[in-house]
C-alpha cells in the first residue's frame, strides 16, 4: 500500500500550517490507524505523541533559528551568554562549569568562547575557584546583548504557546517532564 503524500486531498486541511516553511500536516491518529490496517498487532500507541512532539520541536527549532537570526545572534552564542547571565552576579563561570551547564564538549566551549571574547562579549580571567581554571566573564556588551535578545526572544515564544490556558501550560510542562525524565 502507498500513502498520499501529507497535505493532498484526502487531507484538505492538512497543508494549513502556522510556521512558514513548516511541512504539510498529516494527523497523527490517521498515521496510527493506517499502521493498525496496515500491520496489525504492531504497537502504535507511540505515533499520537511522538509524532506531533517531533513535529512541534521542529517547527519550534526552525523558528528559534529565524527569530535569532533577525535578532542577530546565533544559537551557540545565545547558549554561551545565557548560561553565563543565569548564574547571577558577577557573570561568570569557569569553562568547566560552563561545559557541565551547556552539555557541550570542552572544545566547543572554548570555541563559542573564543568566538564571543573577539566579538567583545566576553573576557577571559583567572578563576578565584582554583588556580588552574579559567573564568570566563560577561562584559558590559555581552550583558547588553544577552537581556535584549532573551526579552525578544522569550516573549516571541510566550505568543507561540499563548493558545494554551495556563492550567493547560502547566499539565504540559509536568507531562513533558515526566516523559523527558523517562527517556533521560
Given at each position: ?54 513535529r512541534i520541536a521542529k517547527a ?85 546583548l544577552i537581556e535584549a535578545t ?35
Open positions: 500500500m502507498t500513502f498520499n503524500e501529507p497535505g493532498t486531498d484526502d487531507y484538505p486541511d492538512a497543508a494549513a500550517s502556522r510556521w512558514p516553511g513548516a511541512p504539510p500536516r498529516w494527523p497523527a491518529a490517521d498515521i496510527a490507524a493506517a499502521w493498525r490496517r496496515e500491520l496489525p498487532g504492531v504497537r502504535t500507541e507511540s505515533i499520537e505523541i511522538i509524532t506531533p512532539v517531533w519550534l527549532a526552525d523558528d528559534r533559528r529565524r527569530t535569532l537570526a533577525a535578532l542577530g545572534v546565533d544559537p551557540s552564542t545565545l547558549d554561551l551568554l545565557s548560561v553565563i547571565r543565569r548564574a547571577g552576579p558577577p557573570y561568570e563561570l569557569t569553562t568547566r562549569e560552563i561545559t557541565r551547564r551547556t552539555l557541550v564538549t570542552p572544545g566547543a566551549v572554548s570555541q563559542r568562547v573564543a568566538r564571543a571574547e573577539r566579538a567583545g562579549l566576553v573576557e577571559r580571567a583567572s578563576s578565584s575557584a582554583s588556580r588552574r581554571a579559567v573564568a570566563v566573564r560577561l562584559t558590559a556588551a555581552g550583558h547588553a532573551v526579552s525578544r526572544l522569550l516573549a516571541h515564544e510566550a505568543d507561540l504557546v499563548s493558545a494554551l490556558a495556563p492550567a493547560e501550560r502547566t499539565a504540559l510542562t509536568a507531562f513533558l517532564a515526566k516523559l523527558e525524565q523517562a527517556l533521560t
